[in-house]
């Protein structure tokens, strides 16, 4: 059975091959937006200040 692939994604895949520099922009966009480093400090001050979300968020009774 063959597996659906959007042709975005067939496009990216034949673009990314032909352009493999893109790879390492790729790596620092991704570096500069998500891969932060964290402390253990930071990481328990976030615990801390955490809300617990309700079972069901629309119900008001609870």
Request: proline share 6%.
């Amino acid at each position: 059975m063959a597996m659906y692939e959007s042709e975005h994604t067939k496009f990216m895949r034949e673009w990314l091959e032909k352009h493999p520099e893109e790879r390492v922009e790729q790596q620092k966009g991704r570096a500069l937006w998500w891969d932060k480093p964290q402390s253990l400090s930071e990481q328990q001050q976030r615990a801390q200040a955490s809300v617990p979300v309700k079972p069901y968020y629309y119900d008001a009774n609870h």
